[in-house]
């Protein structure tokens, strides 16, 4: 059966820390791009990192609102990919989630992007952890 599965959320204070996790049942996550995604009550879900297929060099893309604080990560023999939250604000409270897609929006150099990738024919979610931030 494949799976993605979250783990790792809780309640922060802000400036503190978490590490999600994001493991994978049923297929290989180095052969795909992973996502995280979260959802804030009453938003739209928002992209907030992407680290890309081993085959494609493992490369990570972040959202502006998560820069220098967010990092990605993998580890290939554990079937698992993490996402460092650091210097957590209220801001970051949602649900997050990982999927074998990204999406990222950014700005740098004076150009908006976007990083859009996803699989022709496979498309997997995990069911989310929660993420609290507040004092």
């Known amino acids: 059966q494949v799976q993605l599965v979250e783990s790792g959320g809780g309640l922060v204070q802000p400036g503190g820390s978490l590490t999600l996790s994001c493991a994978g049942s049923?297929?290989?996550?180095?052969?795909?791009?992973i996502g995280w995604f979260r959802q804030a009550p009453g938003k739209e879900r928002e992209g907030v990192s992407c680290?890309?297929?081993?085959?494609?060099?493992?490369?990570?893309y972040y959202a502006d609102s998560v820069k220098g604080r967010f990092t990605v990560s993998r580890d290939n023999d554990a079937n698992t990919v993490y996402l460092q939250l650091n210097n957590l604000e209220p801001e970051d409270t949602a649900v997050y989630y990982c999927?074998?897609?990204?999406?990222?929006?950014?700005?740098?150099?004076?150009?908006?992007?976007?990083?859009?990738?996803?699989?022709?024919?496979?498309?997997?979610w995990g069911q989310g952890t929660q993420v609290t931030v507040s004092s």
């Open positions: 049923g297929f290989g996550l180095d052969y795909y791009n």
């Open positions: 999927a074998t897609r990204c999406l990222i929006h950014g700005y740098s150099g004076g150009v908006n992007y976007t990083v859009d990738l996803k699989e022709p024919d496979f498309d997997s």
């Open positions: 680290i890309s297929s081993s085959s494609s060099g493992g490369s990570t």
